[in-house]
């Protein structure tokens, strides 16, 4: 049977009175919600989480009567607890479960003589609810339509964007620094001890991906323990790119440059303090990284100059490669998404279950980009309060994106190459999110990313005649003119 998402609106007894919603599951086979408040009843509450509510003896008489009706789960069906409510006086039946919501699976035909609704709650928010509405309170349920569309799906468009873009222009400036430095020996040596790009082989790929695979199944089986090895990571990767960003935009502003000696070198000051802003930056998101309200923006910030620097300093050498990598990671991400599911024991996504926490995790993954859904609804407050775009989504296709423009840089292409691509990462993503707001699922973003950005990138280079120079890339000589 199908389970549906539903809201339970609290009103304390103060003046103004206190109200807060909780998420509950229900099923729209059994019992039918309004769809706003407009239309909604309220009922007292009776906190009865000291029984489950098995057996009528277990509850003093009348205690029930027209009041919305709270019971532990467990130890009988759905539908046992229903009837007994039901016959003791009660208007409405919710079940408190300790572990995570999961759909109500009793037969509709068991709830044919049942009318009053029947719902699931987490028993952290009963308790929360007797702590900030205190110990009278009047509740009601509905259920409001999902958004078809939601406006932070727009924010994630636009970083995504500007990220990939902003890389891929950052990985010509350096190759064209790199060539300058070819066309001048007296640069070359400085330029080697400055360079910090790491190259892709095909070999050194397919290890990638695969490391990806593996990686993905442990935090699924030991997820409560890697958990904290990836955010330990996550600090200090995203520190250390934080930096790297902020210190080449500092690096163009002529003022501020006194330095200091140390140990036979000399760095400036102002660099010594933007490295104690990053380290504090990770510091804080880690401290505060379950804080909803504003972590998120701190989280967004680290991930944008995460992704930057991995985008600029990892380096596609030729086409080929970028098209093994784009290629493997795209079965990667459709393989753990649509496929997983037949495998697993509670037929879960491997890939969903991870970003979002298996098993009731509290702890979340931060390898992705996280905004805030603009729409209310049921979904806000059960399970996905932000929409979420994953770093991998950013970053491979950021790393073709940078490879096309500094194949522009190297054949004077007038960003022909850059320019495209960065477009087709746009429409992929458009197309993703059409996706999804058509089948209302989680989707793996590569498969419409990759396609697009590929065959792109494929065409321009065709239609310029430049096929075999683009797929062959850095083992081709290129002369420069200064």
């Known amino acids: 049977v199908a389970a549906d998402e539903g809201i339970l609106h609290a009103s304390g007894n103060g003046v ?64 046992e607890k229903a009837r007994i409510a039901q016959s003791s006086g009660a208007k409405m039946l919710l079940i408190a479960s300790k572990p995570r919501l999961s759909p109500l699976s009793d037969n509709k035909t068991d709830f044919e003589d049942v009318t009053i609704p029947v719902a699931l709650i987490r028993y952290s928010d009963i308790v929360d609810m007797q702590l900030t509405l205190g110990s009278e309170v009047n509740v009601t349920l509905y259920s409001p339509p999902l958004p078809e569309f939601d406006y932070s799906m727009v ?47 095909p070999v050194t790929v397919i290890l990638f991906v695969v490391i990806c695979c593996v990686m993905l199944v442990l935090l699924y089986f030991f997820y409560k323990w890697l958990v904290y090895v990836i955010i330990s990571v996550f ?31 000399s760095i400036e000051v102002r660099l010594i303090f933007l490295a104690v802003f990053c380290i504090a930056a990770a510091v804080v998101w880690a ?16 991930g944008v100059a995460f992704c930057l620097n991995f985008i600029k300093t990892l380096k596609m050498p ?21 496929i997983t599911p037949f495998i697993t024991k509670n037929g879960a996504s491997i890939m969903v279950e991870v970003a979002a926490g298996p098993f ?15 729409e209310y609804s049921a979904s806000t407050l059960c399970d ?23 194949f522009d840089v190297q054949t004077s292409s007038s960003s022909v190459y850059y320019i495209s691509c960065t477009i087709a990462y746009a429409i992929g993503m458009v197309l993703t999110f059409v996706v999804l707001a058509l089948m209302k699922m989680g989707q793996p973003a590569l498969l419409y990313l990759v396609p697009c950005t590929l065959i792109t990138s494929s065409l321009v280079a065709w239609r310029r005649k430049e096929m075999k120079k683009f797929w062959k890339g850095s083992n081709y000589q290129v002369g420069w003119m200064p």
């Open 360 to 374: 009731g995790n509290s702890e979340k993954l931060p390898v992705v980009i996280r905004v805030p859904r603009l």
């Open 318 to 338: 030729n086409f080929k490669s970028c098209v093994i990598l784009l290629g493997l990671l795209l079965l990667y991400d459709v393989f753990f998404v649509f």
């Open 235 to 265: 600090c200090l990767a995203s520190a250390m790119s934080l930096y790297n960003c902020l210190a080449a935009l500092i690096g163009e502003i002529p003022f501020g440059q006194c330095r200091i000696a140390c140990c036979n070198k």
């Open 155 to 201: 924010v994630i468009f636009l970083i995504a964007v500007f990220t990939v873009a902003l890389g891929g222009y950052w990985s010509g400036i350096a190759e064209l620094e790199n060539l300058k430095a070819i066309a001048s020996p007296g640069e070359r040596e400085t330029r080697r001890k400055k360079e910090e790009n790491v190259t892709f082989t």
């Open 287 to 302: 401290v505060f990284r379950n804080e909803d309200r504003w972590a998120w923006i701190l989280q967004d910030i680290l």
């Open 16 to 79: 103004p009175p206190v109200t807060k919603d909780y998420c509950i599951i229900y099923n729209s086979n059994w019992v039918s919600l309004p769809k706003s408040l407009d239309n909604a009843t309220f009922r007292p509450l009776e906190n009865l989480t000291s029984t489950v509510l098995c057996n009528s003896s277990e509850v003093p008489s009348g205690s029930m009567k027209d009041k919305a009706v709270v019971v532990m789960r467990g130890n009988c069906t759905f539908s």
């Open 384 to 406: 996905m309060p932000f929409s979420l775009l994953g770093f991998g989504d950013i970053i491979v296709p950021g790393l073709l994106v940078a490879y096309c423009r500094r």
